[in-house]
């Protein structure tokens, strides 16, 4: 028996009645409320449509109208469904819908695919993620086969037994020997007890071959196992937004040693999604995310691994910040995102501190024309409740001389956090990462590695005299210590390199296990400078394993 596909939820106005008729796909679109008569006698004539001018057999005239209609009838436990019935009540699972002699199981809500695809490029070597959402269903019961393409060209040529099984599993990892074959997804939605309609996917293009060695595949080798239940792995990493990636300023000045390629985002998704999955993290903290990328290729790639994300975007931009967590240790309980220029402006909790900067109008203008943002994301342990974690990501103002913008803009992300910590959630531990834009030697590390930063700290007068604020000293409420310590560098383009990215701890909660090794001077620089054919960013990620005190 044929399948009849009902969507019907009570918050649309609209049902959906879906179903082939004569080997055409029919999609109804009715109103709830509409007596069902009126849509059986639309199918009456839309079956008259399909036959056409053709002649109907003595078989069909039993199951035709005097006028040359097909009978259709809606049946319900064996009853035939009254014709003035609402649409909302006639169409129920397991009801059976009679076109002439065909017959179609009505479906109501099965489990369905809202979103299914392919990405664009797919690398040997590299996880090829398919991006699904879900509607009456579960990713995890789903069914995923893939297959590969028998030979190059089979598909497009027709032949018989094109395709070959490949893999049974959600995520596909292509070879070498896949190079030049498509890739087919065969993926049938789920919820635990039914199945929806088969969804069929098919690749773009062929398998390409990827870049060979990249800079992370050596650091994976630390990273292969998921952490236990006393351990958090955390990552750090400023992924290099598109919109900053395809300027004219990156191609020619910035990167002009990376070939057009590898700068192309669906290239530099493959490497990144490798890399982030590679690590087997239960934190992950991105700053530079498109927002695209969040929604299209980062999620749907993380939410195989077990990994849920949330997103910032910074105002008016089309970049901003993610911070993901493994599900099965961690969930999420509340968010206290805040853009830093914003918060300084109208929260009393800076009012002094505004007072200061307001001092010099030049200052307080360029700290207030920063769309720079801290997302702040509390997470509670699944194994021990009672264990929460204060996890702050944020990527502070870029330009060299504004070391004292910088510092504003951390002074108000400490005493937001302290306020966090200490009212909202107290005792939750800080763990702080993100691209903080300041050197080992900076202001912003003083402050946050030492606990404080005098009046006459330099970088109070990085911006000039005409940037210059009254004496000014910060106290860090937070006892942090940086994870990963100092790097020679986080940051290495052409023509500057340096430690710019941190992942500060709280040192009364958490102590480090572990911490990844960065990949060698000689990796980052093969190919001149970040991003490469072999590395997807301008910077480096940071690694490191936690374990509670």
């Known amino acids: 028996m044929e399948r009849a596909v009902v969507r019907c939820v009570p918050w649309e106005s609209k049902l959906t009645i879906s179903f082939i008729l004569d080997g055409s796909q029919k999609h109804m679109l009715r109103d709830q409320t509409e007596e069902l008569g009126k849509v059986l006698a639309r199918i009456s004539k839309n079956a008259v449509k399909g036959q056409g001018k053709a002649k109907k057999s003595k078989k069909n005239k039993a199951a035709q109208a005097e006028d040359g209609e097909p009978v259709v009838r809606l049946y319900y436990n064996g009853d035939q469904v009254a014709e003035d019935a609402f649409n909302s009540d006639a169409w129920q699972d397991g009801a059976v819908l009679h076109v002439g002699d065909s017959q179609y199981k009505v479906e109501r809500n099965p489990p369905s695919f809202t979103v299914a695809e392919l990405p664009r490029s797919v690398l040997a070597g590299f996880p090829v993620c398919p991006q699904l959402a879900i509607e009456f269903g579960e990713l995890k019961h789903c069914v995923f086969t893939w297959y590969r393409e028998s030979a190059p060209n089979a598909e497009s040529e027709g032949r018989e037994d094109c395709w070959q099984e490949a893999g049974g599993e959600r995520v596909f990892t292509p070879s070498n020997s896949d190079i030049g074959l498509k890739l087919k997804l065969k993926c049938i939605p789920g919820d635990g007890a039914k199945q929806g309609v088969e969804n069929e996917l098919v690749t773009v293009g062929a398998v390409e071959a990827g870049p060979g060695t990249c800079t992370f595949d050596n650091r994976h080798m630390y990273t292969s196992k998921i952490t236990d239940d006393s351990t958090v792995r955390v990552v750090s990493y400023n992924i290099l937004a598109d919109v900053y990636a395809q300027t004219e300023l990156s191609k020619t ?283 997807p960013s301008d910077h480096i990620s940071l690694v490191c394993d936690l374990r509670w005190n």
């Open 253 to 535: 000045v910035l990167y002009p040693y990376c070939a057009p390629y590898a700068l192309e985002l669906d290239y530099r998704q493959n490497l990144i999604k490798k890399e982030l999955s590679g690590y087997n993290a239960d934190i992950v903290c991105l700053q530079e995310v498109d927002k695209g990328v969040f929604t299209d290729s980062l999620s749907p790639a993380l939410d195989a691994f077990d990994m849920d994300g949330v997103f910032k975007i910074k105002d008016k931009q089309h970049e901003g910040l993610a911070t993901y967590f493994r599900r099965s240790k961690f969930k999420l309980v509340s968010q206290h995102d805040i853009m830093l220029s914003e918060a300084l402006l109208s929260d009393p909790l800076h009012s002094e501190l505004l007072d200061k900067i307001s001092a010099n109008p030049n200052l307080k203008e360029k700290v207030v024309q920063r769309s720079t943002i801290l997302q702040v994301t509390v997470l509670e342990s699944l194994t021990v409740p009672s264990k929460k974690l204060c996890v702050a990501n944020t990527h502070l103002y870029w330009h060299p001389k504004g070391g004292n913008v910088r510092l504003v803009q951390m002074a108000v992300a400490l005493r937001h956090l302290s306020q966090v910590t200490s009212e909202v959630h107290p005792g939750a531990p800080l763990l702080f990462s993100g691209d903080f834009n300041s050197m080992p030697s900076s202001g912003v590390f003083q402050l946050l590695s030492q606990g404080s930063l005098p009046e006459d700290h330099p970088d109070w007068a990085s911006g000039g005299p005409e940037e210059q604020c009254p004496p000014l000293a910060l106290v860090n409420p937070f006892r942090l210590v940086s994870a990963c310590g100092e790097p020679a560098y986080t940051n290495y383009v052409g023509g500057f390199h340096g430690c710019l990215d941190y992942i500060l701890v709280d040192a009364n909660a958490m102590r480090v296990e572990q911490v990844i090794p960065l990949p060698s001077h000689q990796e980052v620089s093969t190919h001149q400078g970040l991003p490469s054919v072999a590395h």
